[in-house]
């Protein structure tokens, strides 16, 4: 099948962004790498668009040192965050990340924004936002926004942005001196979607544990937090797999994700504390 | 509707050098304006959705999925495909392993295999054989069974690496 856009502009700036979607009557589409957005006008499931490309919007991408943050540009690519020398010493869970995000070729033009704003509950990022506790900064046509990351995420493929607003960057904190990020997942083949994923990040404040794979949206599994704060981890992982309610889908049965689920804790926590690579 | 949207987009680029003007159809993906409007049918069009590798080419100098990228974005682009990198003997190292090694078999997914691969060996050194899986996962060969591929590959990091003088692998 071939695509159907409904029509395309290139933005200059941010500013010239937000002009055109708001020219657009409603049906504006913010395009960024393509990597999700191209494939569904392939598909048909995208159809009659405007596109707004903002690709080439160079002040929205990069990584930034601030005080206790790092802030991303929304259109940081996967490759660039997996190099960034600045991820990998304060934020690790997001290099360890795009090693499992599709392929090169895909990596090489797919950015950070455009997968939160995609909201795949399957996708990588959405999930570590969570486990980071990251904020969501969003340019609307009244000014700015920020989001704590648990509130963006709203339903499958559905998140708090309105259709005149952009995704222009995210923070999340600096992992302090000791904190561990781990990143744990089951997919059948390497670039593969995720049956089950799991990120743990252990801060001296407290334990974080997201899962992708297990709903409509990423998830925070609190209950289990708690009980690795008071470090049951055996009691953490019957918690988790009663607090998550996973799909049965052609992929998995909810009773393997939840299974599984369990033992991505297990594994995240032995690798967390050095035990296992 | 309103004008600010155009349906066809004027884009001046290099193909394989070679400077081209086009208008395209903005629902046009670059695989479609290469073998359509160029004549290039090297790189193929097959599932269309990212995930089988056969339209992977060259694009400011990283593989892209061609099927994921519009030709209206192509402005300013400098695109490679295999048909450039055939003539210019850039990869001519590489495709001699693949003839050798029998790396290819109906040939539908060598042109973007051969990027792919481009572009692992490009980062120097010589990659562990799992690594050549890594970066090859995204293209998909119905034929050959993978094996061959990565052998060819492998090959030709140790000839580059100045390991092996011939296309032979030392045991
Ligand atoms: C074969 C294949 C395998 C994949 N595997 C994985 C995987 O394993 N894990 C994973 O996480 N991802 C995977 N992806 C998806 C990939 O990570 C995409 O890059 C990502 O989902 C979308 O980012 P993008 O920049 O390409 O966005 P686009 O495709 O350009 O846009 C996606 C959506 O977000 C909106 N959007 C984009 N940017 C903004 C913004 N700044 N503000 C507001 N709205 C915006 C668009 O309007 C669109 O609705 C895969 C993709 C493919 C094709
Ligand atoms: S045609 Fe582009 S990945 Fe299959
Ligand atoms: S040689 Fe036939 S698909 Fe690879």
């Known amino acids: 099948m071939k695509a159907s856009a409904g029509g395309y502009a290139r933005a200059n700036d941010l500013s010239h962004a937000m002009e055109l979607l708001a020219s657009s009557d409603g049906s504006g589409r913010v395009l960024a790498g393509g990597q999700s957005l191209i494939a569904a006008m392939n598909m048909r499931l995208s159809t009659g668009d405007m596109l707004v490309d903002i690709s080439r919007l160079s002040e929205l991408s990069g990584v930034t040192e601030e005080a206790d943050t790092l802030r991303i540009g929304a259109l940081t690519k996967h490759v660039e965050i997996g190099a960034d020398p600045l991820i990998r010493a304060h934020a690790p869970l997001l290099a360890e990340a795009v090693t499992c995000i599709a392929h090169a070729a895909i990596r090489n033009r797919g950015t950070i924004g ?50 005149d607003e952009i995704l222009t960057a995210i923070t999340v904190p600096k992992a302090e001196a000791g904190e561990r990020q781990v990143l744990q997942e089951i997919a059948r083949r390497s670039g593969d979607y995720a049956l089950v994923g799991l990120c743990l990040v252990a801060r001296s404040t407290g334990h974080w544990v997201s899962l992708l794979s297990v709903g409509s949206t990423p998830v925070l599994a609190h209950n289990a937090m708690t009980l690795l704060d008071q470090g049951d981890v055996d009691g953490a992982v019957v918690a988790l797999r009663a607090e998550i309610d996973p799909p049965s889908d052609t992929q998995a049965s909810a009773g393997y994700r939840r299974h599984i689920a369990g033992i991505l804790l297990r594994r995240a926590v032995a690798q967390a504390k050095g035990e296992i690579a | 509707m309103t004008r600010i949207f155009a349906d066809q987009i004027d884009v001046e680029l290099t193909v394989n050098g070679e400077p081209v003007e086009a208008r395209v159809p903005v629902g046009q993906h670059v695989i479609d304006f290469l073998r359509q409007n160029l004549g290039l049918t090297g790189a193929h069009a097959s599932c269309e959705h990212g995930v089988c590798g056969a339209c992977t080419i060259r694009v400011d100098g990283s593989s892209v999925r ?4 519009l030709a209206a974005q192509l402005d300013g682009a400098d695109v490679w495909t295999i048909e450039g990198l055939s003539d210019s003997d850039s990869i001519r190292d590489l495709q001699e392993a693949f003839i050798a090694r029998n790396a290819l078999q109906c040939g539908f997914c060598t042109p973007g295999m051969l990027v792919a691969a481009e572009e692992l060996l490009a980062q120097g050194g010589v990659p562990e054989r799992t690594a050549i899986r890594e970066h090859l996962s ?6 050959t069974g993978y094996e061959a591929i990565v052998d060819a590959v492998e090959t030709v990091a140790r000839q580059r690496a100045g390991q092996v003088q011939s296309g032979k692998v030392r045991a």
């Open chain 2, 66 to 69: 061609g099927c994921l990228m």
């Open chain 2, 138 to 143: 995204g293209n998909y060969c119905r034929c």
């Open chain 1, 114 to 163: 455009g997968a939160l704003a995609h909201a795949d509950p399957a996708a990588e990022f959405p999930a570590c936002m969570l486990a980071l506790d990251a904020i969501i900064h969003i340019q609307g046509s009244n000014g700015e926004r920020s989001v704590a990351a648990e509130d963006f995420f709203e339903d499958l493929f559905e998140t708090s942005l309105e259709e």
